[in-house]
T-cell receptor
């Protein structure tokens, strides 16, 4: 069975400081892993994806994540937070089969960015 | 706007009533997914279509729920005899089937329909 655990339900940072959102996964085989962001009243947007290529994955808006198999982790980071980064972030594991992904979402981490 | 659209955006209904939601995917996408998101949780997979064929259904999709995609374009999700526990955000996503790097075709999400059952 596949699952993801987001270790923090809320994270608060000051503008300009680093962001770290933590995610651990469980999968019986090599997983596909994603981070999605959800802004209020907007659809979920893909930030980045890991599909067994490079372990350090770069996404949009300066975000990146590192796949660490030994730690079963896929933490999301950004060097410097912007006010516009305030949103809900979801770590997601997916089973890929012929391009179809059944996505399994974590419970989410709400990121607050303070001036 | 060529993204995924959902209608209505909000629906308030009384317990026991039937409701129907519509999803219009990105026009060239032939895969369509429904998810449900309750307050404070991540979305949960409900069902998946490839063209008009419904290929997978979650155990979450009780017999009060039915989804259709009659012509392989838009899809509807109907909930019969609504219960208060059905209150949630219902999300639709679509993706293409053409080959993509890593075998993953990105799912593009609509803004969702928020259902409140009184």
């Amino acid at each position: 069975a596949q699952s993801v655990t987001q270790l923090d339900s809320h994270v608060s940072v000051s503008e300009g400081t680093p962001v770290l959102l933590r995610c651990n996964y469980s999968s019986s085989y090599s997983p596909s892993l994603f981070w999605y962001v959800q802004h209020p009243n907007k659809g979920l947007q893909l930030l980045l994806k890991y599909t067994s290529a490079a372990t350090l994955v770069k996404g949009i808006n300066g975000f990146e994540a590192e796949f660490k198999k030994s730690e079963t982790s896929f933490h999301l980071t950004k060097p410097s937070a912007h006010m516009s980064d305030a949103a809900e972030y979801f770590c997601v594991v997916g089973k890929t089969s012929g391009g179809y992904n059944k996505l399994i979402f974590g419970a989410g981490t709400r990121l607050a960015v303070h001036p | 706007d060529t993204g995924v659209s959902q209608d209505p955006r909000h629906k308030i209904t009384k317990r026991g009533q039937n409701v129907t939601f519509r999803c219009d995917p990105i026009s060239e996408h032939n895969r369509l997914y429904w998810y449900r998101q309750t307050l404070g949780q991540g979305p949960e997979f409900l069902t998946y279509f490839q063209n008009e064929a419904q290929l997978e259904k979650s155990r979450l999709l009780s017999d009060r729920f039915s989804a259709e995609r009659p012509k392989g374009s838009f899809s509807t999700l109907e909930i019969q005899r609504t219960e208060q526990g059905d209150s949630a955000m219902y999300l639709c996503a679509s993706s293409s089937v053409t080959g993509a790097a890593g075998g993953y075709n990105e799912q593009f999400f609509g803004p969702g329909t928020r259902l409140t059952v009184l």
